[in-house]
């Protein structure tokens, strides 16, 4: 099995309740791991996605090994056929036969570049694994999704929800750089296998992709959407339509206290790093009501339960 995308998961509920018994007990399973190794491929930076899946690892008694490709690693070539005559020094062919010989499991974060819409969506780097690696791959945020950090959100969620159906907003908020839409993509199809009041939120003209967001409810007023919500998911992203590009940066959009108030007494939710004061305000992130560093302490049972899986499958 691999775990590339959140539409992999069969039971949403089941794993949600499976990641929080291992919460529970962590190091249950620490003999399930022993003599199998997890390589860690880094094209771009990382804080918590490089050390909760580095601890999920440990927890399941495995052996890890991590690689920055951006300083350390050959520039690789990814296109069959190609006459490799300009800057990359080796083919994913061989790179990923090889790198399986090492690994028992790979996972990979390699971000959108977010010049040329049709490369990301066609995940180069992650489907060149997928393709020529002999052993499990695991996405830890490619181009068009992150669906470790959606499943350690589905956790979250499930920890702090008060009703059955609750509202879920997914809203957009400003930022002076050019972000992917993975956090938010895989977010929306979590969201999709839920049982909630979704809702996103965004100005017109930063529509996710439509094949992802299919019939997800979009409400372009802010204030309207964060109304008797009881989650308020934040998270910028750059235009899908003038595709990557920063086309609004309203501050107006910023999370403030104010805004909240319109809530359910809504918990905030951010899969973090944030910019303080861009994104959110102080006085929200540093309320009674943000969960994010819960969030973030969850990346581990995500991460754990996905390795878990996959090593129940191998050994
Ligand atoms: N949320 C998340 O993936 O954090 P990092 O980029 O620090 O790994």
């Known amino acids: 099995m691999n775990y590339t995308t959140i539409q992999e998961i069969d039971s949403l509920q089941e794993w949600v309740n499976e990641a929080i018994a291992i919460k529970k007990n962590p190091l249950q399973n620490k003999a399930l791991g022993e003599n199998k190794t997890l390589g860690m491929l880094f094209f771009n930076p990382s804080l918590r996605t490089r050390l909760s899946t580095q601890k999920a690892a440990l927890n399941l008694g495995m052996n890890v090994m991590v690689m920055n490709f ?9 296109e069959d056929g190609s006459i490799m005559d300009q800057g990359a020094s080796e083919h994913i062919k061989e790179a990923a036969q090889v790198v399986s ?26 489907s060149g694994f997928l393709k ?32 059955h159906r609750p509202k879920v907003v997914l809203s957009w908020a400003p930022h002076p750089k050019a972000l992917p839409q ?9 969201m999709q296998l839920q049982d909630a009041d979704f809702v996103i939120t965004h100005p017109e003209g930063y529509e996710l992709n439509p094949e992802i967001t299919k019939d997800s409810k979009i409400e372009y007023d ?15 992203w750059s235009s899908y339509k003038e595709y990557g590009k920063v086309t609004n940066t309203d501050p107006n959009w910023t999370v403030t206290a104010e805004k909240m108030q319109l809530t359910n007494t809504a918990k905030f939710m951010h899969c973090l ?11 929200v992130i540093d309320n009674a009501n943000s969960i994010v560093i819960e969030q973030a302490n969850n990346r581990t049972y995500a991460a754990q339960l996905v390795l878990q899986k996959i090593l129940e499958e191998i050994r």
């Open 182 to 190: 993975a956090v938010a993509n895989s977010f929306v199809q979590m």
């Open 273 to 283: 790093p944030v910019r303080r004061n861009v994104i959110v305000a102080d006085e």
């Open 70 to 78: 951006t300083n350390e690693g050959w520039t690789l070539e990814f």
């Open 132 to 163: 020529y690696a002999t052993v499990p791959i695991v996405n830890m945020e490619s181009a068009t999704g992150h669906p470790l950090q959606a499943l350690a959100d589905a956790i979250t969620m499930e920890e702090h929800k008060t009703v």
């Open 222 to 236: 802010q204030n309207k959407a964060f109304e008797n919500a009881d989650f308020i998911y934040t998270k910028n």
């Open 101 to 126: 010989q090492y690994c028992d499991i790979i996972a990979i974060r390699a971000f959108a570049e977010l010049k040329d819409k049709e490369k990301d969506n066609a995940e180069t780097v992650l």
